[in-house]
């Protein structure tokens, strides 16, 4: 089987690769994108055999790029990705978002207090989309059940991918601040970024016949005890459970050098809501805005940012250590050609080096890097990856994986007894390629509702190789599925493809 690659030109890619056929090798975080119409390289990562298969696309700015992802998907009979995981968690018949149906920004103001019950059910710790699939799935299999999902976030459970793609790239500002974005799913309709799910009021769940899903929000879980089936509140209330779920995700790494409250005020992480919002207003009185990383989450949002106050003169900067835009998981080529492209969105690059010293400077931060380049901006974004939030295990003397992170869980996505986890801060057995970590959305997803069907009874064993897609800008998109390394020996297929030119097929 070595180096076999099995694909065509429109099948979607999550399935060019053979599961069978994957290789051992420690996952590299990422996100992907897909679709096409002049140009498609595809491209397999091999060793002994084959490891992962990935898609890219780029577009000749006369179709949007959601355009162009529904064209393509729909001329293979296929769906796009996106829209299968966003099916499966919202009704199909969702209606534009509205300002009385989108749940609200943060307050200052502190909420009333609430009636907290002593002992739930199904409690999930956590309000990601791990955890909102998880208690999907608990309702299918058991209508009756009671699911508590207590989230130290101020919103009800919402979809992360859109903070570093859609709400960047929406030609529509207001609709964006707002939390709207027209999506590749939506039909052309405005939606916003959370699940919608008729949920109850914490105070009443336990008293409901028919069962429901209620949410705690702004509530940080601070310690758990397996052997007596309880969760510990910040506030001293503790909460039995039969079932509890720890679908914790994980927290955005700092670098020290930024640290220092002359220095903290201009540099912030990237990972929730409030982030975006902070950022996107901040963005609208700055000049210069610097983005260390570059992987995923920080391509996107240098060229999100880039692209959204383009007309405003904000000179976007980013610098990594890799020799091009997301070089830890693409080949060398393939990631140089990135940074091409993201050179001509508007962001000045430069890849080969690391910031050594962060001082203030003109009411900003002077960064120096190791190659002796001074830059001067108003504001600092880091971007460097993600720890698998495990503060529970101590207290629940649960299994912390040495090497990958996170609650070591087994084929079925169980940590101990009546206790499982899911999404980033699962680590998982993966039958062909060994322990596994994974953080993308398709993983959150699919994870979240095996473990809440296995929760209700179920006992189904995780055998899903995740897909991830990313958009790096509005006109630059990949997806991919298994390990993406860009250390394994990779084989790129550019297929040819042409265009009418005057009445004459033009090799593109």
Same mark, same amino acid.
């Given at each position: *089987?070595? /180096?076999?690659?099995?694909?065509?030109?429109?099948?979607?890619?999550?399935?060019?690769?053979?599961?069978?056929? @994957?290789?051992?090798?420690?996952?590299?975080?990422?996100?992907?994108?897909?679709?096409?119409?002049?140009?498609?390289?595809?491209?397999?990562?091999?060793?002994?055999?084959?490891?992962?298969?990935?898609?890219?696309?780029?577009?000749?700015?006369?179709?949007? @790029?959601?355009?162009?992802?529904?064209?393509?998907?729909?001329?293979?009979?296929?769906?796009?990705?996106?829209?299968?995981?966003?099916?499966?968690?919202?009704?199909?018949?969702?209606?534009?978002?509205?300002?009385?149906?989108?749940?609200?920004?943060?307050?200052?103001?502190?909420?009333?207090?609430?009636?907290?019950?002593?002992?739930?059910?199904?409690?999930?710790?956590?309000?990601?989309?791990?955890?909102?699939?998880?208690?999907?799935?608990?309702?299918?299999?058991?209508?009756?059940?009671?699911?508590?999902?207590?989230?130290?976030?101020?919103?009800?459970?919402?979809?992360?991918?859109?903070?570093?793609?859609?709400?960047?790239?929406?030609?529509?500002?207001?609709?964006?601040?707002? @939390?709207?974005?027209?999506?590749?799913?939506?039909? $052309?309709?405005?939606?916003?970024?959370?699940?919608?799910?008729?949920?109850?009021?914490?105070?009443? @769940?336990?008293?409901?016949?028919? $069962?429901?899903?209620?949410?705690?929000?702004?509530?940080?879980?601070?310690? *758990?005890?397996?052997?007596?089936?309880?969760?510990?509140?910040? $506030?001293?209330?503790?909460?039995?459970?039969?079932?509890?779920?720890?679908?914790?995700? $994980?927290?955005?790494?700092?670098?020290?050098?930024?640290?220092?409250?002359?220095?903290?005020?201009?540099?912030?992480?990237?990972?929730?809501?409030?982030?975006?919002?902070?950022?996107?207003?901040?963005?609208?009185?700055?000049?210069?805005?610097?983005?260390?990383?570059?992987?995923?989450?920080?391509?996107?949002?240098?060229?999100?940012?880039?692209?959204?106050?383009?007309?405003?003169?904000?000179?976007?900067?980013?610098?990594?250590?890799?020799?091009?835009?997301?070089?830890?998981?693409?080949?060398?080529?393939?990631?140089?050609?990135?940074?091409?492209?993201?050179?001509?969105?508007?962001?000045?690059?430069?890849?080969?080096?690391?910031?050594?010293?962060?001082?203030?400077?003109?009411? /900003?931060?002077?960064?120096?890097?190791?190659?002796?380049?001074?830059?001067?901006?108003?504001?600092?974004?880091?971007?460097?990856?993600?720890?698998?939030?495990?503060?529970?295990?101590?207290?629940?003397?649960?299994?912390?994986?040495?090497?990958?992170?996170?609650?070591?869980?087994?084929?079925?996505?169980?940590?101990?007894?009546?206790?499982?986890?899911?999404?980033?801060?699962?680590?998982?057995?993966?039958?062909?390629?060994?322990?596994?970590?994974?953080?993308?959305?398709?993983?959150?997803?699919?994870?979240?509702?095996?473990?809440?069907?296995?929760?209700?009874?179920?006992?189904?064993?995780?055998?899903?190789?995740? *897909?991830?897609?990313?958009?790096?800008?509005?006109?630059?998109?990949?997806?991919?599925?298994?390990?993406?390394?860009?250390?394994?020996?990779?084989?790129?297929?550019?297929?040819?493809?042409?265009?009418?030119?005057?009445?004459?097929?033009?090799?593109?």
């Amino acid at each position: *089987m070595a /180096g076999r690659v099995f694909c065509s030109r429109l099948q979607p890619v999550r399935h060019l690769a053979r599961r069978s056929a @994957l290789q051992p090798r420690r996952y590299q975080s990422g996100g992907g994108g897909a679709g096409a119409t002049n140009t498609w390289l595809v491209l397999a990562a091999a060793g002994a055999s084959v490891a992962a298969a990935y898609q890219v696309y780029t577009s000749n700015r006369t179709k949007p @790029l959601v355009e162009q992802k529904k064209d393509a998907y729909a001329k293979s009979g296929a769906v796009h990705p996106e829209a299968v995981a966003e099916q499966q968690l919202t009704p199909s018949s969702t209606e534009a978002a509205t300002e009385e149906s989108a749940p609200p920004p943060e307050s200052e103001t502190p909420p009333p207090p609430i009636s907290l019950p002593d002992k739930v059910p199904y409690v999930l710790v956590g309000g990601g989309t791990a955890s909102f699939a998880a208690a999907k799935a608990i309702r299918e299999r058991d209508p009756a059940a009671k699911v508590l999902i207590v989230t130290q976030e101020n919103y009800s459970p919402y979809s992360r991918p859109p903070l570093s793609k859609h709400l960047w790239l929406s030609g529509d500002h207001a609709a964006a601040q707002q @939390l709207k974005f027209i999506a590749p799913w939506s039909g $052309g309709k405005l939606v916003d970024l959370f699940y919608n799910a008729d949920f109850c009021k914490v105070g009443e @769940l336990m008293d409901r016949e028919e $069962g429901g899903i209620a949410v705690l929000t702004g509530t940080k879980v601070v310690g *758990m005890d397996t052997k007596s089936g309880s969760i510990s509140l910040a $506030g001293g209330h503790v909460i039995s459970y039969d079932k509890c779920l720890l679908a914790t995700g $994980g927290r955005p790494r700092t670098l020290p050098l930024f640290s220092g409250e002359k220095v903290e005020k201009h540099v912030s992480v990237y990972r929730e809501i409030p982030d975006f919002l902070t950022l996107d207003q901040r963005l609208e009185n700055t000049k210069r805005v610097l983005v260390v990383g570059g992987g995923f989450l920080g391509t996107e949002l240098a060229v999100g940012m880039a692209t959204r106050y383009r007309e405003g003169g904000l000179q976007v900067y980013q610098l990594f250590p890799e020799s091009g835009n997301l070089g830890l998981v693409l080949p060398p080529a393939l990631a140089s050609w990135t940074l091409d492209k993201v050179k001509k969105e508007g962001v000045e690059v430069f890849p080969n080096v690391t910031p050594v010293s962060v001082e203030p400077e003109s009411g /900003g931060v002077k960064v120096t890097t190791s190659s002796g380049i001074e830059l001067t901006v108003d504001h600092v974004v880091v971007a460097v990856g993600l720890w698998p939030n495990t503060d529970l295990a101590s207290s629940g003397q649960l299994e912390v994986d040495r090497h990958l992170g996170g609650f070591r869980v087994n084929a079925e996505l169980q940590a101990c007894s009546n206790v499982w986890a899911a999404g980033d801060a699962a680590c998982f057995y993966d039958p062909h390629l060994g322990r596994r970590r994974v953080e993308h959305h398709d993983h959150a997803q699919v994870s979240g509702r095996l473990a809440g069907s296995n929760m209700a009874g179920d006992q189904q064993k995780f055998e899903h190789q995740s *897909m991830f897609w990313s958009d790096v800008g509005p006109d630059v998109g990949f997806e991919a599925t298994g390990v993406v390394d860009s250390s394994l020996p990779t084989c790129g297929v550019y297929p040819k493809t042409s265009t009418e030119v005057k009445g004459k097929r033009k090799p593109l």
